[in-house]
């Protein structure tokens, strides 16, 4: 990196994270609008937050990739907080608000001061999946009416979730043309939404999904305002409405009930979940970092709070670190704070001049993002995936669930925790372990003087009770080098741990270190250890695997007889060498299957599943990939159809190369790479001509060995043909030229 | 002095008390804090009998009264240089000698105290020893008595461990510059910690450290705490400490590292008292 000239390093990314941030600010404003709507504040609201989170935690913050605004997490807790303190009176309510929210920003610059981001490692991390699970039913259950066009039904998280049935029967029974056209909206909206990540374009996935269901639905009402001649044909309950002149009619938070334990309920919870919030999505955020820095936690914290305080003062919703954004912020290339900041000022050009336009959406289509928003936080997978890790996660995770539903989100939460310290004095047999040695010190760190290795040593027990003076020291350690976790005095550790453990695995397999753990294996041995042989590595839940073979798997199996290659149907996890390639920067490799190699070890070909963001907006993929080793010398570059996205990366600084001589490779390929000179000279006539008359791959070099893509997806057995032939052609051809050129 | 229970242990404890008289040429003094009756006379004249090792100057004394003052009154009395306790690794297991007992009279007595948490009737080899490094003026002496008892027992690995405070190191950790930060800062601080040591033992008499392979470690981490865990860790058959020298505000908290050290002992442990041992 040039560390010289930072700041001409910054300008030089600047015109990527404008692009970046304006990606970011179309998915923002349909969900800062939505956010708002379902939390019964007015919708400028969660307009406000995101403007104040973008501008203010860009300057101050200290994440880099992460995007700032009204979260999902909060709805719940901001509806409850204007419900129940306005007492019949939404407006009211809201005022009450802005200073539950005012002080609660104060609170997360208190919590940020004396470096509390670590408390939130006390919450096992399956009680806060049931939480995040209940916060999305409780979304879902309320937006599913008004996607359908009602917006009357009232009542608590359970009894909503019941009614839907009722409305969906309403709606059949007496179909009036508005109810009919709301609905349409909303269900099309929704089935959008669900397929949108199948489609895989990057032309039309350069529109975040939200932004479409946006500008179609505008479209329909427009259609019937301006060829139909029918304009209000949605009521105005159905509609959005945003004030006229934004600095008259500021809200004046209302602080009267400053006092009261109920004023001070909420103001807790909020905080409370805009702190787990903001730190699940800085975590998931740092894990897709290209540049892998690490957050400073307790910065940013104190700068959301600053956000927070400032955008309550002018009647915003909490501002909170959102993964979904920051997610497509990564996807796009912003690569500094700078995205959030542009991200808010995007989002003040559309309300200052498209306040028209917006005031067009309709409801249901807000409703049908809250509703698919919804179902990402409380998706069944979840479930299915906490099951496969034990039996008594599941229990925990819907103790939460069902606790945080019934009562309010800060009693699920504590039940959550006081179900998995049962659970585990339940499985310990004995709580004396936990009680005896909760409050002692139990880890020790050192660099062994001989070796340079940094050693860490765990004593007694290591759960989510004490997890945070291991995480301590481990954050100590600089993740290029190597360290060694030992359990072996250690009695018991809990998924929490073993969780977290996996992702220092990740951190320091990302930046070249090495991270072992040791001394688990003793456990299963001596007292069969239920979290570890649990979670010893995340890829064996993936293990289960049918033993029949699909048609494919077959197909592919009698291709490797053929060729006489191997073939390995099951998953393997070994993918470090992938990890270096420059496709695989913002991306999650999960693992590999499907192996089909040749003898000499040249030719590799493999189905790989890998995701894209990360938390509740992880996108899971799988694609067909083939690596070849070529053993001549070779540039590391990267070759590409040309397209717009590949037009948009250009502009913001990646040079295409180009070649005079061959200016239809030139317009078809996008070719980068660092060493331009030894690229030139690599890229030969013959090879050119090679690449113009076969059809386009996506193409990378590491140096020493080639990865070659087709389609976003797997191939079939007719793709993975061609591709072969493709890739022995071109071999020759290199072979060819390193001949010549030597 | 080897202060003594009827505990299940009591065999091995005075076998090995034996022992040590013999390895160091002392003389040994038996207290036991109870009424004297015959039948536990003859048990305990039993086992010195049947012992391997004797030793010519043995003398038993039956005293009553509180445990911990009588044998800190004891202590002065027959002025010995070391005190010898077995205990058991956790304090509520056997509340009798470290819970109350052992633990008071490691803080209060003046002479050195050597804890048996192992103890054995046949003879174990003591093969490693760990032995503190802080910043302190006794450690100097500390660090000579386990080489004193490395070349008498014939333990051929020392391992010196320099305890480094984390507020020290005085950068908190929150994002990669800090961290570049802090790593730097605590390399330095290890190589001060390690010339400091190195030093104090390249001064000791070479006879001592001529025979003895030994190493230093620094840690960073809860003083008192981290070389217990340490000592465990490497299975260390001996763990030599300083003890509290007087109770100055510092001290006060070496007090406290001794506590961690008592609360769950990792080993045998040898607390160092100067007056003691001069």
């Keep these: 990196m040039n560390k010289a000239n930072p700041f001409k390093q910054f300008l030089g990314d600047l015109p990527k994270n404008i692009f970046s941030g304006f990606v970011v600010s179309l998915i923002a404003l349909p969900l800062g609008l939505g956010l708002a709507i379902a939390s019964e504040a007015p919708p400028i609201a969660g307009i406000i937050a995101a403007i104040a989170g973008g501008v203010v935690v860009s300057i101050l913050g200290g994440s880099h990739l992460t995007i700032t605004g009204p979260g999902n997490g909060l709805v719940i807790v901001i509806l409850s907080a204007i419900v129940g303190m306005g007492e019949g009176d939404l407006y009211k309510g809201y005022l009450f608000t802005l200073a539950a929210i005012m002080l609660s920003g104060l609170l997360l610059f208190i919590f940020g001061v004396f470096r509390l981001g670590a408390l939130s490692e006390f919450f096992p991390s399956t009680a806060l999946q049931g939480m995040l699970a209940a916060i999305g039913v409780g979304i879902l259950a309320k937006q599913f009416h008004v996607m359908l066009g009602f917006t009357d039904v009232k009542g608590n998280t359970i009894s909503q979730l019941i009614l839907i049935p009722n409305s969906i029967k309403n709606l059949l029974a007496n179909p009036s043309n508005e109810l009919i056209l709301a609905a349409c909206i909303g269900v099309l909206s929704l089935c959008f939404l669900f397929l949108y990540a199948r489609i895989r374009n990057s032309v039309f996935q350069l529109i975040p999904a939200p932004m479409w269901v946006v500008i179609a639905s505008i479209g329909v009402m427009y259609y019937y305002d301006l060829v139909l001649k029918t304009p209000e044909v949605l009521g105005s309950n159905l509609m959005i409405t945003l004030p006229e002149n934004l600095m008259a009619s500021l809200p004046r938070p209302d602080f009267s009930k400053i006092l009261s334990s109920e004023f001070m309920g909420y103001t807790l919870s909020i905080t409370l979940v805009a702190v787990i919030e903001s730190l699940l999505s800085i975590k998931a955020v740092d894990k897709l970092d290209p540049l892998k820095r690490r957050s400073n936690i307790n910065k940013d914290l104190r700068a959301l709070g600053i956000a927070t305080g400032i955008s309550g003062f002018f009647g915003g919703l909490n501002v909170v670190t959102v993964i979904a954004r920051s997610s497509v912020n990564v996807n796009n290339g912003g690569n500094n704070r700078s995205a959030n900041f542009f991200h808010a000022a995007f989002l003040v050009v559309f309300i200052l001049l498209f306040a028209k336009q917006i005031q067009k959406i309709p409801m249901p289509a807000l409703a049908a993002i809250l509703v698919y928003t919804g179902y990402r936080l409380a998706t069944p997978e979840n479930l299915f995936r906490i099951y496969k890790i034990g039996k008594e996660q599941a229990i925990i995770f819907l103790t939460t669930l069902v606790a945080t539903l019934l009562t309010s989100l800060t009693t699920g939460i504590l039940l959550g925790i006081l179900t998995t310290l049962l659970v585990h004095v339940f499985l310990n047999k004995s709580g004396v372990l936990f009680s005896r040695n909760w409050l002692k010190p139990n880890v020790l760190m050192y660099l062994e003087e001989e070796t340079g290795n940094y050693y860490v040593s765990v004593k007694n027990f290591c759960s989510f009770l004490n997890f945070f003076k291991l995480k301590a020291k481990l954050d100590e350690i600089p993740p290029s080098e190597h360290a060694i976790i030992d359990f072996s005095l250690c009695e018991f550790v809990d998924h929490t741990v073993m969780e977290g453990l996996n992702d220092y695995s990740r951190s320091f397999s990302r930046q070249g270190g090495f991270f072992e753990i040791i001394g688990l294996d003793v456990h299963e041995a001596k007292t069969e250890h239920p979290f570890a042989i649990r979670k010893s590595l995340p890829e064996s839940s993936f293990l289960n695997f049918e033993i029949s073979l699909t048609k494919r798997q077959k197909l592919l199996q009698k291709l490797s007889t053929i060729l006489d290659w191997e073939y390995l149907a099951d998953p393997v996890s070994n993918y470090a060498d992938l990890e270096q390639f420059f496709y695989f920067k913002t991306k999650w490799i999960n693992y590999r299957y499907n192996n089909l190699e040749s003898k000499n070890k040249d030719f590799l070909l493999f189905d790989l599943s890998y995701s894209e963001g990360a938390f509740i907006a992880k996108e899971d993929l799988r694609s067909t990939f083939l690596q070849i080793k070529v053993h001549q010398k070779m540039p590391v570059f990267t070759l590409d159809k040309e397209n717009f996205m590949t037009a948009i990366l250009q502009l913001s600084g990646l040079q295409d190369i180009d070649f005079k001589k061959h200016p239809d490779f030139s317009k078809r390929f996008y070719l980068s790479g660092e060493d331009v000179k030894s690229i030139r000279s690599f890229f030969t006539d013959e090879l050119i001509f090679f690449f113009e008359s076969h059809p386009a791959y996506y193409l990378e070099s590491n140096g020493d060995s080639i990865l070659i893509r087709g389609k976003e997806r797997l191939a079939s057995i007719q793709e993975i043909k061609q591709m072969l032939a493709f890739a022995e052609e071109l071999l020759k051809i290199l072979e060819k030229n390193n001949i010549s050129i030597f | ?278």
């Design chain 2, 1 to 278: 002095m080897v202060g003594f229970a009827f505990s299940p242990n009591l065999k091995a404890n005075i076998y090995e008390a034996l022992r040590m008289a013999h390895y160091f040429g002392g003389e040994l003094v038996f207290v036991h804090v109870g009424r004297k009756t015959p039948e536990k006379e003859s048990i305990f004249n039993e086992i010195v009998g049947s012992s391997p090792v004797q030793s010519e100057k043995i003398s038993v004394h039956w005293r009553i009264g509180d445990p911990v003052i009588t044998l800190l009154q004891a202590s002065k009395d027959f002025d010995v240089d070391l005190i010898l306790l077995g205990a058991l690794k956790r304090e509520n297991v056997l509340k009798f000698y470290l819970g109350s007992i052992a633990r008071k009279i490691t803080r209060k007595a003046k002479c050195s105290v050597l804890l048996l948490i192992n103890p054995s009737i046949e003879r174990q080899p003591c093969q490693h020893i760990v032995v503190n490094g802080l910043d302190s003026p006794q450690t100097k002496l500390t660090i000579e008595a386990a080489f004193v008892v490395a070349n008498a027992l014939g333990v051929k690995k020392i391992s010196l461990v320099e305890e480094i405070s984390r507020s020290k190191v005085a950068v908190a950790v929150d994002d990669d510059r800090s961290l570049r930060r802090a790593t730097l800062k605590k390399e330095k601080l290890r190589r001060q910690e390690q010339t400091r040591v190195k030093d104090v033992v390249q001064k000791l008499p070479a006879a001592l450290t001529a025979d003895v392979n030994w190493t230093t470690q620094s840690i960073f981490g809860r003083r008192g705490y981290s070389i217990g865990h340490y000592a465990k860790l490497v299975r260390a058959d001996l763990l030599v400490m300083n003890a509290q020298e007087n109770l100055s505000f510092i001290d006060r908290f070496i007090t406290r590292d001794i506590e961690h050290i008592l609360a769950e002992l990792p080993t045998d442990v040898l607390i160092i008292n100067l007056k003691g041992n001069e």
